[in-house]
């Protein structure tokens, strides 16, 4: 089965950090781009970062960009989002979720994971 | 950065009926590179239209999008119970990538 599984959120302190993983199978990992895609409690959607196939082209969403560091490991299958200095209003769904071919609309979604930043 | 706007917020119809979602760019999205997904509550999103027009895999044909430059349009020739849900408009003609607000059609 195609999926993508979320991993590693939960309640984090502000200035706090966190690792997120996704875990692939079913398909070729290898060949696609992959991102994070982020939803607040009760609000719509926010891009967050992209990387593509073999890592060469890495991109951010400007409200994280120096905080957080997306990255991949063909090998294993599994994406990463590292998330630096935490703040109240990271608190969200974070989704994994790849891109179809050389268009970046996002044709398989996680079931995500929930980052809670307080104190 | 492109901003979309989603409306109605709310759209309140009861099944069988037509549902239109209309979706509008501040600029122009180039390519007709616009998408729509389908979001229920506790459940990822899923992809039902890109490129403005073409339907993804497996989703049914009373599932239609229209459009280009800066005004799209999604429709749902007769709605059925599992039609209601978030709908949320995507451009990906230009970076960073960014989301409309959402309409929500529920039930009347």
């Known amino acids: 089965e195609v999926q993508l599984v979320e991993s590693g959120g939960g309640l984090v302190k502000p200035g706090g950090s966190l690792r997120l993983s996704c875990a692939a199978s079913g398909f070729t990992f290898s060949s696609y781009s992959m991102n994070w895609v982020r939803q607040a409690p009760g609000k719509g959607l926010e891009w967050v970062s992209s990387i593509s196939s073999s890592s060469s082209y890495i991109y951010y969403a400007d409200s994280v960009k120096g905080r957080f560091t997306i990255s991949r490991d063909n090998a294993k299958n599994s994406l990463y989002l590292q998330m630096n200095s935490l703040r109240a209003e990271d608190t969200a769904v974070y989704y994994c979720?790849?891109?179809?071919?050389?268009?970046?609309?996002?044709?398989?979604w996680g079931r995500g994971t929930l980052v809670t930043v307080s104190s | 950065e492109i901003v979309l706007t989603q409306s109605p917020g709310t759209l309140s119809l009861s099944p069988g009926e037509r549902a239109t979602l209309s979706c509008r760019a501040s600029q122009s999205v180039s390519s007709s590179y616009l998408a729509w997904y389908q979001q229920k509550p506790g459940q990822a999103p899923r992809l039902l239209i890109y490129?403005?027009?073409s339907r993804a895999t497996g989703i049914p044909d009373r599932f239609s999008g229209s459009g280009s430059g800066t005004d799209f349009t999604l429709t749902i020739s007769r709605l059925e119970p599992e039609d209601f849900a978030v709908y949320y408009c995507?451009?990906?003609?230009?970076?960073?990538?960014?989301f409309g607000p959402g309409t929500k059609v529920d039930i009347k």
């Open positions: 490129g403005a027009s």
């Open positions: 995507q451009q990906y003609g230009s970076s960073p990538l960014t």
């Open positions: 979720a790849r891109f179809l071919g050389k268009d970046w609309y996002f044709d398989l």
